[in-house]
């Protein structure tokens, strides 16, 4: 008898088949295809390789170290791998897991390159935080995207889709339950490891200064040079409040109580602060062949050499950013960088109510106010300036009918609203006390900042210069007239004024003016970071002014100030004693525990700069003289006393 076999698969030969395994007419298999399990780990790895490799090209320049110091190498390349397993772990397919993480990481990457180049300010963990925010805010740049770069991210993440459509890796033979608690610790285990590492290795300082860097206190710098990745991770640890060694909290209390105060005499005078963008006095170089017309500072010299005024260097904390860290040292007398070893972003870790100028200000009968023609959002200012006391708080949104100019809101506009809302508070009948941050000659100085070449001011040089380093100088310069303009401009309305003033005009930092200090170099500046010699400040010193008006001299007795002040010969003093020593000018100095040490202290020390400093002598120190080293030691202990534990209502 004939036997024929049905050609439709039994029931026997059905449950032989693996979920979602399909058989053609003519046997084989069609789509997807599948691959031994085994093939995961080394595909992840490979695809880790290749996303990583793409996320490099976001850099200005692939770092040499990634190469030639491996553990920098592996330190960026590990959270790729690590979050791309994750993935794989919750996923169940490598390319699918691939796919996502190259969206993450290109996507951070894609955001650092944009940020550096929109404000000098890498992508730092507290930055997801206000995604929004910052979205809102990109279409306020001129920023320069590389569409071949996202291309080829499109391309790369185009192929991943298909590929994990396409093509799946077989499961293993285990009881679903098993399986699903494999992934499951896999999953959490590849974060975990992430997160041990991040608390350990990437927050090691001794790691950190393992690692090549030409400037450590320049956050720009440390990402170019030591990869995002890396640096992202070690900000995580980076931006908190560090206990300072030996710290004791009963003692420092004791301290407090201690310290001499002197009730207020309050003197009316009007105090205007302005902290110029970037404000440099970079175009006195002998490189430069200005004269009395052409000077692009012709107004800040003229006020330097008026019998009302005291002019000198401010330490600040940073090189070529960090804006918000200047204002942090002036307005609370405290240092950024005694907040701890590690580089932070003061504004990042204040999140209280805080002591500032501000607050003694309004408890002596000012009216306080801050003026930024920028973000609110930007670094957090809306919150901080109601925590540092500002009565009065004003950003972009005030600005309305304001002109624009290279990108930001121009320093011409701004001082026509400082002049009106100078007068449109005389009517309280109480004095001023205010605080402006301008933002229009901000970087980058590129040939888009301020339109075509041919409408710039051009320089006037004594020498040739590379044409690179021209570039940037003539746009940076172009925008510093604008800044003295505005000087020149307050100055001329307050001198007509009957009633005090005082103004305060300041650099937040110098600007940055190319990788690795380009142009300063070109034009022989020395900038080392060797601290043997005090010529490693010249990279934190902005020029400053104290001016009055005849009425705000007289007030003032402005011939005695600067020795009543103990202002040093040369003028440097440390940004945050600046805010201190302009409440000692006006009355109100000594009243407040904290205020009275800082003004103690920059009378013997009137620079204290990481571990270096400056005595009332002009001498420079290396190290802390051993007579001083206690009492610096003590502005840290009170600093962090006051970040950690006071509170003001």
């Given at each position: 008898?004939?036997?024929?076999?049905?050609?439709?698969?039994?029931?026997?030969?059905?449950?032989?088949?693996?979920?979602?395994?399909?058989?053609?007419?003519?046997?084989?298999?069609?789509?997807?295809?599948?691959?031994?399990?085994?093939?995961?780990?080394?595909?992840?790895?490979?695809?880790?390789?290749?996303?990583?490799?793409?996320?490099?090209?976001?850099?200005?320049?692939?770092?040499?170290?990634?190469?030639?110091?491996?553990?920098?190498?592996?330190?960026?390349?590990?959270?790729?791998?690590?979050?791309?397993?994750?993935?794989?772990?919750?996923?169940?397919?490598?390319?699918?897991?691939?796919?996502?993480?190259?969206?993450?990481?290109?996507?951070?990457?894609?955001?650092?390159?944009?940020?550096?180049?929109?404000?000098?300010?890498?992508?730092?963990?507290?930055?997801?935080?206000?995604?929004?925010?910052?979205?809102?805010?990109?279409?306020?740049?001129?920023?320069?995207?590389?569409?071949?770069?996202?291309?080829?991210?499109?391309?790369?993440?185009?192929?991943?889709?298909?590929?994990?459509?396409?093509?799946?890796?077989?499961?293993?033979?285990?009881?679903?339950?098993?399986?699903?608690?494999?992934?499951?610790?896999?999953?959490?285990?590849?974060?975990?490891?992430?997160?041990?590492?991040?608390?350990?290795?990437?927050?090691?300082?001794?790691?950190?200064?393992?690692?090549?860097?030409?400037?450590?206190?320049?956050?720009?710098?440390?990402?170019?040079?030591?990869?995002?990745?890396?640096?992202?991770?070690?900000?995580?640890?980076?931006?908190?409040?560090?206990?300072?060694?030996?710290?004791?909290?009963?003692?420092?209390?004791?301290?407090?109580?201690?310290?001499?105060?002197?009730?207020?005499?309050?003197?009316?005078?009007?105090?205007?602060?302005?902290?110029?963008?970037?404000?440099?006095?970079?175009?006195?170089?002998?490189?430069?062949?200005?004269?009395?017309?052409?000077?692009?500072?012709?107004?800040?010299?003229?006020?330097?050499?008026?019998?009302?005024?005291?002019?000198g260097r401010l330490i600040v904390s940073n090189y070529g950013g960090g804006t918000a860290n200047t204002e942090f040292d002036v307005l609370t007398g405290m240092q950024t960088a005694m907040l701890s070893d590690a580089g932070v972003s003061s504004f990042r870790v204040l999140h209280k109510n805080m002591d500032s100028i501000f607050r003694v200000a309004n408890q002596n009968g000012w009216q306080t106010a801050f003026i930024h023609p920028g973000k609110a959002w930007f670094y957090n200012r809306q919150n901080i300036y109601k925590w540092l006391g500002a009565q009065e708080i004003v950003f972009e949104e005030a600005f309305a009918d304001a002109a624009y100019k290279g990108g930001y809101i121009s320093d011409a506009s701004l001082t026509d609203y400082i002049i009106q809302d100078y007068e449109n508070r005389l009517a309280d009948g109480s004095p001023q006390f205010t605080y402006v941050t301008t933002i229009q000659n901000h970087m980058a100085y590129t040939n888009s900042k301020y339109?075509?070449?041919?409408?710039?001011?051009?320089?006037?040089?004594?020498?040739?210069?590379?044409?690179?380093?021209?570039?940037?100088?003539?746009?940076?310069?172009?925008?510093?007239?604008?800044?003295?303009?505005?000087?020149?401009?307050?100055?001329?309305?307050?001198?007509?004024?009957?009633?005090?003033?005082?103004?305060?005009?300041?650099?937040?930092?110098?600007?940055?003016?190319?990788?690795?200090?380009?142009?300063?170099?070109?034009?022989?500046?020395?900038?080392?970071?060797?601290?043997?010699?005090?010529?490693?400040?010249?990279?934190?010193?902005?020029?400053?002014?104290?001016?009055?008006?005849?009425?705000?001299?007289?007030?003032?007795?402005?011939?005695?100030?600067?020795?009543?002040?103990?202002?040093?010969?040369?003028?440097?003093?440390?940004?945050?004693?600046?805010?201190?020593?302009?409440?000692?000018?006006?009355?109100?100095?000594?009243?407040?525990?904290?205020?009275?040490?800082?003004?103690?202290?920059?009378?013997?020390?009137?620079?204290?700069?990481?571990?270096?400093?400056?005595?009332?002598?002009?001498?420079?120190?290396?190290?802390?003289?051993?007579?001083?080293?206690?009492?610096?030691?003590?502005?840290?202990?009170?600093?962090?006393?006051?970040?950690?534990?006071?509170?003001?209502?």
């Amino acid at each position: 008898m004939l036997h024929f076999r049905n050609a439709r698969p039994g029931a026997h030969e059905a449950k032989r088949r693996r979920p979602g395994e399909r058989l053609e007419k003519n046997g084989k298999h069609s789509l997807p295809l599948h691959l031994p399990a085994g093939w995961n780990i080394p595909l992840a790895v490979a695809l880790s390789l290749g996303i990583w490799f793409l996320c490099m090209q976001t850099m200005p320049v692939i770092p040499l170290t990634f190469f030639t110091t491996p553990l920098l190498g592996l330190l960026n390349w590990l959270p790729v791998v690590l979050v791309l397993l994750a993935l794989l772990c919750a996923l169940g397919n490598v390319f699918a897991a691939s796919a996502v993480t190259l969206v993450l990481f290109g996507v951070l990457n894609f955001a650092n390159q944009l940020k550096i180049e929109a404000r000098d300010d890498p992508v730092v963990p507290q930055d997801l935080t206000m995604v929004r925010e910052a979205l809102s805010a990109a279409g306020g740049y001129d920023l320069q995207v590389d569409w071949g770069l996202v291309a080829l991210f499109v391309l790369a993440l185009a192929a991943l889709i298909v590929l994990a459509a396409l093509v799946r890796t077989r499961r293993i033979h285990l009881p679903t339950a098993a399986r699903v608690l494999s992934r499951l610790v896999g999953c959490v285990g590849c974060i975990g490891i992430l997160a041990g590492l991040t608390f350990t290795v990437y927050a090691s300082t001794d790691t950190f200064n393992s690692f090549p860097c030409t400037n450590r206190f320049n956050m720009t710098t440390v990402y170019n040079q030591t990869g995002f990745h890396y640096a992202f991770l070690r900000n995580v640890t980076q931006n908190n409040l560090q206990k300072p060694e030996g710290f004791d909290k009963a003692e420092t209390e004791q301290a407090i109580a201690a310290t001499e105060t002197v009730p207020a005499e309050p003197k009316p005078v009007n105090v205007i602060f302005v902290m110029s963008e970037a404000f440099h006095d970079i175009t006195d170089d002998d490189a430069f062949a200005w004269n009395a017309d052409t000077d692009p500072l012709k107004n800040f010299h003229a006020l330097q050499q008026a019998e009302n005024a005291i002019s000198g260097r401010l330490i600040v904390s940073n090189y070529g950013g960090g804006t918000a860290n200047t204002e942090f040292d002036v307005l609370t007398g405290m240092q950024t960088a005694m907040l701890s070893d590690a580089g932070v972003s003061s504004f990042r870790v204040l999140h209280k109510n805080m002591d500032s100028i501000f607050r003694v200000a309004n408890q002596n009968g000012w009216q306080t106010a801050f003026i930024h023609p920028g973000k609110a959002w930007f670094y957090n200012r809306q919150n901080i300036y109601k925590w540092l006391g500002a009565q009065e708080i004003v950003f972009e949104e005030a600005f309305a009918d304001a002109a624009y100019k290279g990108g930001y809101i121009s320093d011409a506009s701004l001082t026509d609203y400082i002049i009106q809302d100078y007068e449109n508070r005389l009517a309280d009948g109480s004095p001023q006390f205010t605080y402006v941050t301008t933002i229009q000659n901000h970087m980058a100085y590129t040939n888009s900042k301020y339109g075509p070449a041919r409408d710039l001011y051009q320089l006037r040089l004594a020498e040739e210069l590379p044409e690179d380093v021209k570039t940037m100088l003539t746009v940076y310069t172009h925008g510093l007239r604008d800044a003295d303009a505005m000087l020149g401009g307050l100055a001329a309305y307050f001198e007509e004024r009957d009633e005090p003033v005082l103004l305060i005009w300041f650099g937040d930092h110098l600007p940055s003016l190319g990788e690795d200090y380009l142009c300063y170099r070109v034009l022989g500046q020395e900038m080392s970071d060797d601290r043997e010699s005090e010529s490693w400040l010249d990279a934190y010193a902005p020029p400053f002014i104290m001016w009055a008006n005849e009425a705000g001299a007289q007030a003032l007795d402005f011939d005695t100030l600067a020795a009543r002040l103990g202002i040093p010969e040369d003028g440097k003093i440390s940004a945050s004693f600046l805010g201190a020593a302009v409440l000692d000018a006006v009355g109100c100095g000594e009243s407040d525990p904290f205020f009275a040490f800082v003004n103690s202290l920059r009378r013997e020390l009137p620079v204290v700069q990481r571990g270096t400093a400056i005595d009332a002598q002009g001498a420079y120190h290396a190290e802390i003289p051993a007579d001083l080293a206690d009492t610096v030691q003590e502005y840290q202990d009170r600093t962090y006393y006051r970040m950690k534990y006071e509170t003001f209502e």
